[in-house]
Structures are given as C-alpha cells and as structure tokens.
C-alpha cells in the first residue's frame, strides 16, 4: 500500500534528504529507519525534492510503499514518536499506487531569507544569511524579472547533465524586506542543483553594487557556471511546498 506524508524539518544538523551510503544523518534515512521497523522490511522513502545539507523545509512531500496495510494515524503516531525533535509528519494518507511525490510535482516553492541588519538576530542564525548590508531592492528586483521565464539554466547549476535538460521555467520570484530581513520567494516547475542559491547569491551581488541587473541575460546565455554569483550559504533556504496538479493528491 502506498503512503503520502507532509513534514516538517529543520535541515541544520542533517547532510540533506537523501540517503548517504551508511549514514543516518538523512532526513530520508532516518525516516526509512523507522519505516523498515514498522514494516519489518525494506522501505524507500521518495522524497518530492532532495533538500541539500542544512536546507529546511516547512512542507516537504513523500511517499513509501508498506508490505502491509498499516492504518495511515498509526503510521504518522510511530514516525512521530521516534523520530528526533527536528523532524515533524505533518499529515499521513494513503495515495493511489502510480502516485509519486517527486515524479507527480508540477512546481516547488523555495524562500531564502537574508538578514541586512548590521544586529544579528540570534534566534534566527539557523534559518537565515547573516549579510549584515543593506541591499539595493530596486536592483534586484530589476535583475528577477530576468530571471523569470523559461530559460536554460546552466549557468545557475552547480552541476548538469548532458543528459538532462536544464531548461527550467521560473513563475516568479518576490522580494521583500521587513525589519532587517530581505526574504526572496520562488515558485517554478523545478530547480536546478543549487539553483536557487545562485540565483539569490547573483542577486545580492546585484544589491550589493557588485555587478549589475543587466549582466543577467548574458549569465543565461553564457551558460557557464563561473558567470553567475556566489552559492548562497545554504542555512537561508526553505522549501514552502510542493505543487501538484489538483485531484492528484486526494485521499485513496
């Protein structure tokens, strides 16, 4: 039987989503972990996206296959239950079998949230970049309105494929400031690796004076990593949600 889950974690102390050979320092392993105990066998947990180390999420989607029936509260009880402080399911259903959280997604919702205030705010170091200057909203703004669209990608990835496209489309990105704090909202129908720390990395650069808005579109078409800003400490990134298309996540 197949299960979807919604959690919550806080990416701080794990070396990101995915399972990493023997290490159970995953938000995937650990949930796998308690999942093969429950079922007392081999369960894989798909994750909708592969959070990097140190990325949190606030609604991250996933789905398992049980060997037997289990009913969904008492499988979100035990996960709850033994799962550590830092990791929380939201929610627990059962799904239709060809349902998959990553391969079903048609959009994600990331949020980086930069601190400008020269006062850091010391409740909020693990979630947040610690820039400590103001940035140039205007700008920024000017350069992300080049950067929405659909457009080949490869100079905001880490690493491609010559495999896979990097053609990505990008619906929006918000910038907004309040008390100190720059947050830059993104919503697309998928991301590169580390794509949405570039492009917040490039774009404070912009905020900063140290490059301008209209050096973007030759970024995009040099598609050349070593054209684009800094990588974003990874700390500052949340990922909000997980989109899909409507009907395709109703209880089974």
């Known amino acids: 039987m197949r299960y979807m889950i919604h959690l919550s974690y806080d990416g701080s102390r794990y070396s990101g989503w995915q399972r990493q050979g023997n290490s159970d320092k995953t938000i995937a392993g650990k949930l796998e972990s308690i999942l093969n105990r429950l079922d007392e066998g081999i369960v894989t947990v798909h994750g909708a996206g592969r959070t990097d180390a140190g990325v949190h999420a606030l609604d991250q989607t996933a789905t398992f296959d049980l060997a037997k029936p289990i009913d969904p509260a008492d499988v979100m009880a035990v996960l709850n239950e033994h799962l550590p402080e830092d990791i929380a399911v939201i929610s627990c259903q059962t799904s239709d079998s060809r349902f998959h959280a990553r391969l079903n997604a048609v959009g994600k919702i990331y949020r980086y949230t930069v601190r400008t205030d020269p006062v850091k705010d010391v409740f909020q170091r693990r979630y947040q970049w610690y820039l400590g200057r103001p940035l ?25 494929s010559s495999k896979h496209s990097a053609v990505r489309t990008v619906r929006r990105i918000d910038i907004l400031e309040r008390d100190g704090t720059v947050t830059l909202e993104y919503e ?25 808005a209209g050096e973007i579109p030759g970024i995009i078409s040099a598609r050349d990593r070593a054209r684009a800003g800094m990588t974003a400490p990874a700390q500052g990134l949340t990922l909000v949600s997980v989109l899909y298309p409507e009907g395709s996540t109703d209880r089974k």
């Open 136 to 160: 140039e909203l205007a700008a920024m703004k000017q350069a992300a309105a080049m950067l929405t669209g659909t457009h080949d990608f490869t100079s905001f990835a880490t690493s491609t």
């Open 188 to 212: 697309g129908n998928g991301f590169l690796y580390n794509m949405v720390r570039i492009m917040t990395g490039t774009l404070c650069e912009i905020g900063l004076g140290q490059r301008s």
